[in-house]
């Protein structure tokens, strides 16, 4: 199997799977052996934050000498950005073994009369594979949607973190905030070790019960670790953390958004939990010189400037938008704007509306995505006095936006991971 049919082979698999529940997942797993077994693992849950915090932890444990697989959701630009080790994304030839090695087993189990297994199941049994391949020391799992019937809670991670709590993919996971923590923090087991993140109240208490419930160990953000201190640096942050074993000055994280030295608060706790014992400042301070954080407040263009951030809930928007006044307090933004439609676009546009200049609404190709049109239309009626135009065509926006924004201007593209993989596509 090449590349191309194993992406085809993934694609056969989409809308496939049927209720959800872990039982496909693990008959695919128990048939190959089970290579999600034989290394610790970080699992991370959450509403935002997941993917950040798992690349920092990531880099952390390589640089603490650990051979590290990660798995992340969703891609930017190719699947294959989904598996990586050591920080390095899967090759296409490294990716289609992968599917390879699983759709022998998928096949084998859709032959006998079982319920195929999904894309999202498939593709992280293409991680486990690889991460068998690699001959990993540890891994760091994000969570798809949700946790309690994620795929990737298959796995019985060392430690699990719930990095945020918040209102997204509500048609499945409900609006009731306590309910939706009930359903990310059902990753943690009894023989792990609970990392949290900032949690609205509500989910506090869930979050506690769970912890006591379990027998388990709970390092909560503000009580056994913290950001001490903090200040803005030409193109990063410094700062003091202490951990839940050791205070860790003079870090310097080269990313933009204030919200990601929260991230890296939390791969420090969960890392420390992982190893059992405080980091190592030389390692620790080598792991966040090489850190990235691609389609998280990246910048990608100049002449006009442009931005892009996978921000593609309220709750994600919200935090986009306060990072922007601290770090760019003077600038109105030209916004590249495409949403899936089951998002609250209302509240999005709110919290865009302190920092936009005008908006250019477009969709990138997918069954979800909302039309440009009817994006605009709700542009227009909330944010009355602002400059909106649509465009069908993604590339097409993106050069109406930086003509509007001009030479010296700026632009912010936002709303949608899919979107921004678009752009980065376009401009990288």
Known sequence: MNYDQAVSYLERHIGLGGEPGLERMNGLLDLMGRPDEGYP???VAGTNGKTSTARLATLILVAHGLTTGTVTSPHLQCIEERLAVNGRFSTSEEFALAVSDVAAFADLRENAGEDPNSYFELVTAAA???????????????VGLGGRFDATNVVDGEVCVVTSIGRDHTEFLGEDIAGIASEKLAIAGSGSILVT????DSAVGVANKTARDLGIQHRRLENDYRIESYERGVGGWLATIRGAEETYEDLFLP?????????????IASCEALLGRKLEL??????????????RMEPLATNPFVMVDGAHNADGVDTLV?????????????????VMGEKNVDLILE???????????TAVEHERAMNPEE???RAMELLPGIPVVASENVGFGLDMVRAEAGAEGAVLVTGSLYLVGEVRDRLI
Not at 197 to 200: H, M, R, T
Not at 255 to 267: D, F, V
Not at 282 to 295: I, K, W, Y
Not at 351 to 361: E, F, K, M, S, Y
């Open 41 to 43: 693992i970080i699992h």
């Open 128 to 142: 486990f594979a690889f991460f068998a391949d690699q001959a990993v020391n540890a891994a760091v799992v994000e």
């Open 197 to 200: 993140g900032p949690l609205p």
């Open 255 to 267: 990313l933009h958004g204030r919200y990601q030295l929260t991230n890296l608060a939390m791969a």
């Open 282 to 295: 030389d390692a620790l301070q080598d792991a966040l010189a090489v850190a990235t954080a691609p389609g």
């Open 322 to 338: 306060q990072s922007l006044r601290e770090e760019y307090p003077t600038t109105k933004w030209h916004v590249l704007l495409g």
């Open 351 to 361: 919290h865009l509306q302190p920092v936009v200049a005008g908006i250019v609404t």
């Open 375 to 377: 994006l605009a239309g």
